[in-house]
């Protein structure tokens, strides 16, 4: 095998440029929620449904760019990615009704899908040593994060300064520019001579007959729903229902003198206090069990949720709330990753977690499109939210029971 004993190597440094570029866009979307009705006087739920669609096909593609990737190469993979999401970027700057927004965020979903962690941490997995693996698959998702507090800032000045139609034109520039990162990304061996005398088919078989595989997918659901909503409706919902930022105070001080400031300085405080919690839940993956620490997280979500939406919503509990669930917000993807690869191998990595990655988005896609739907319905997001919180509750449980041992290990199965 052709894995380094370091932790930094080529492919997770190109890895990371690539997953920071695309999730900057990506962590965007919400912000062009009130510009774009505003100017089409469209209701909440016509672009809540167009990023809803987005997530949707972001997961659908998913599995499919993960096989691409182990067929074709993940350079190749990663090519299709950005070509599709700098089409589907441009094309939409020129979209007009809800329908042309709703088809052409297909486009960036599936762009999304080839540029993000199914395909990159399959990579930076099979290029890592296994003591270095979880830490390593942490950092690469902390990349992700790290796009997260750049994109929202940035599309918040770039829209206070052009029209959210080219807005659009400078992230398709950007997300053309990661191709610049691709000759880092030299794919090692796929794994063990052992390991590849199984084919997909046959690995596909041994998952789908095992319930921990279908715990993992369930498991997955909660955190897409959660994440879905929060990036997409967060902004407008701390724009229109939290109290005044107080005149003088530290915010004020900042230069977050709105509402619509303090949305966006929400998302980027989520994506900061995620590296911090991501690496951490990466480095404690390495020495213990990753379905107790997945449990753990849910449970944390849980209760972050119901709290910030019983308590006053004020400044303070935004700033809060987002440092809170943004120590927890992507801290389940080294874990769910890692144990995927754990239990099933590398080989096929791509594609098991790209299935699994499905729910996540299935739940994404539940959690902006319900919060459209019901603010239109009720004017608030109350009942969306406690679902939110329901879903977390069922998350921390499911993964209890999962078997966290790896396939070849288990009594009365092949390897």
């Given at each position: 095998m052709?894995?380094s004993?370091r932790?930094?190597?080529?492919?997770?440094i190109?890895?990371?440029?690539?997953i920071?570029?695309?999730?900057?866009?990506?962590?965007?979307?919400?912000?062009?929620?009130?510009?774009?009705?505003?100017?089409?006087?469209?209701?909440?739920?016509?672009f809540?449904?167009?990023?809803?669609?987005?997530?949707?096909?972001?997961g659908?593609?998913?599995?499919?760019?993960?096989?691409?990737?182990?067929?074709?190469?993940?350079?190749?993979?990663?090519i299709?990615?950005v070509?599709?999401?700098?089409?589907?970027?441009?094309?939409?700057?020129?979209?007009?009704?809800?329908?042309?927004?709703?088809?052409?965020?297909?486009?960036?979903?599936?762009?999304?899908?080839?540029?993000?962690?199914?395909?990159?941490?399959?990579?930076?997995?099979?290029?890592t040593?296994?003591?270095?693996?979880?830490?390593?698959?942490g950092?690469?998702?902390?990349?992700?994060s790290?796009?997260?507090?750049?994109?929202?800032?940035?599309?918040?000045a770039?829209?206070?300064?052009?029209?959210?139609?080219?807005?659009?034109?400078?992230?398709?520039?950007?997300?053309?520019?990661?191709?610049?990162?691709l000759?880092?990304?030299?794919?090692?061996?796929?794994?063990?001579?052992?390991?590849?005398e199984?084919?997909?088919?046959?690995?596909l078989?041994?998952?789908?007959?095992?319930p921990?595989?279908?715990?993992?997918?369930v498991?997955?659901?909660?955190?897409?729903?959660?994440?879905?909503?929060?990036?997409a409706?967060?902004?407008?919902?701390?724009?229109?229902?939290?109290?005044?930022?107080?005149?003088?105070?530290?915010?004020?001080s900042?230069?977050?003198?709105?509402?619509?400031?303090?949305?966006?300085?929400?998302?980027?405080?989520?994506?900061?206090?995620?590296?911090?919690?991501?690496?951490?839940?990466?480095?404690?993956?390495?020495?213990?069990?990753?379905?107790?620490?997945?449990?753990?997280?849910?449970?944390?979500?849980?209760?972050?949720?119901?709290?910030f939406?019983?308590?006053p919503?004020?400044?303070?509990?935004?700033?809060?709330?987002?440092v809170?669930?943004?120590?927890?917000?992507?801290?389940?993807?080294?874990?769910?990753?890692?144990?995927?690869g754990?239990?099933y191998?590398?080989?096929?990595?791509?594609t098991?977690?790209?299935?699994?990655?499905?729910?996540?988005?299935?739940?994404?896609?539940?959690?902006?499109?319900?919060?459209?739907?019901?603010?239109?319905?009720?004017?608030?997001?109350?009942?969306v939210?406690?679902v939110?919180?329901a879903?977390?509750?069922l998350?921390?449980?499911?993964?209890?029971?999962?078997?966290?041992?790896?396939?070849?290990q288990?009594?009365?199965?092949a390897?």
């Amino acid at each position: 095998m052709d894995r380094s004993d370091r932790l930094i190597t080529p492919v997770l440094i190109g890895g990371c440029a690539i997953i920071l570029i695309s999730f900057a866009v990506r962590s965007s979307f919400g912000l062009f929620q009130i510009p774009i009705a505003e100017e089409f006087g469209w209701l909440r739920a016509e672009f809540s449904l167009a990023i809803a669609i987005q997530n949707l096909a972001w997961g659908i593609g998913q599995p499919f760019f993960g096989a691409i990737a182990e067929k074709f190469g993940d350079r190749k993979a990663i090519i299709l990615g950005v070509a599709l999401y700098v089409i589907g970027l441009v094309v939409s700057a020129y979209a007009i009704t809800p329908e042309q927004h709703q088809m052409l965020e297909v486009l960036v979903g599936f762009g999304i899908a080839g540029t993000g962690f199914g395909v990159i941490l399959a990579m930076v997995g099979r290029a890592t040593s296994d003591e270095h693996r979880s830490l390593a698959l942490g950092i690469a998702t902390a990349a992700g994060s790290a796009g997260q507090i750049v994109g929202p800032p940035l599309t918040e000045a770039l829209l206070s300064a052009l029209p959210w139609q080219s807005v659009f034109l400078v992230f398709a520039a950007m997300i053309f520019a990661s191709l610049l990162f691709l000759p880092l990304l030299k794919a090692p061996d796929r794994d063990d001579p052992a390991a590849l005398e199984t084919t997909l088919l046959q690995i596909l078989g041994k998952a789908f007959r095992d319930p921990s595989f279908t715990l993992i997918f369930v498991g997955f659901f909660s955190c897409g729903y959660q994440l879905g909503f929060i990036t997409a409706h967060f902004p407008a919902f701390v724009e229109e229902y939290c109290g005044p930022i107080a005149p003088g105070g530290v915010l004020h001080s900042m230069g977050v003198t709105t509402t619509s400031a303090l949305g966006a300085l929400a998302i980027s405080l989520i994506g900061l206090a995620n590296i911090g919690g991501t690496l951490f839940a990466a480095h404690l993956g390495k020495s213990y069990s990753k379905k107790n620490l997945l449990a753990w997280i849910y449970v944390g979500r849980t209760i972050a949720a119901a709290l910030f939406i019983i308590l006053p919503i004020t400044p303070l509990s935004v700033i809060i709330f987002s440092v809170v669930m943004g120590s927890l917000w992507l801290a389940t993807v080294p874990l769910t990753s890692g144990l995927v690869g754990y239990i099933y191998g590398l080989r096929f990595m791509g594609t098991l977690y790209g299935i699994v990655f499905f729910s996540h988005q299935l739940g994404s896609f539940m959690g902006v499109w319900l919060g459209g739907q019901m603010y239109d319905l009720y004017g608030n997001y109350t009942l969306v939210w406690w679902v939110g919180v329901a879903v977390g509750a069922l998350s921390a449980v499911v993964h209890l029971p999962i078997r966290e041992v790896p396939l070849g290990q288990r009594s009365g199965q092949a390897a």
